[in-house]
């Protein structure tokens, strides 16, 4: 009995340095995921083209950006698939499979604004990384500010 009673302390002491000896992060892939594309704006009409990109080293398999307005968006809206509303100026849109060091695909959307204003900010971030670790946040957050030309605005 003795001796069964000195391996099992000797593996479940084993288990524990095993386990300290991996820390959490190592487990969880790593990414980098960027946004880029073009705004434009006229007469209250917001039009955004979004391309998702990840540097890797992992690839995610899904992501979610968000796109915040620092106006109100118009209650009645006609969003393409994969994006929903998450409150008065804001839209969550997925991104699909993003490869290693690849491109997903363009995310299109036209949003009504409740105004029509001369001006518009829009911050772009990621809600949610596919559960990779992103330690370069330079490059998805973004802000654009867009005017009420009708111009674009490249990001």
Known sequence: ????SAVGAMGAGAVVVVAGACPVRA??????LAYH?????????FDLRLTPQNHGPSPVAEATVRLRWSVPLADEQRLPGGCARSGGRSVVCRTGEL?????????ELRVR???????VMLEI?????GGAVDRNHANDRQRVLALDTGDSYAF
């Open 37 to 45: 594309g073009s705004v434009a704006m006229a007469a209250g009409l």
């Open 113 to 119: 604004l409740r105004a029509a204003p001369t001006e």
């Open 27 to 32: 487990l969880s892939p790593e990414a980098d």
């Open 125 to 129: 971030d990621t809600v949610w990384g």
């Open 99 to 107: 490869p290693a060091d690849g491109l997903g695909g363009p995310i």
């Open 1 to 4: 009995m003795r001796i069964l």
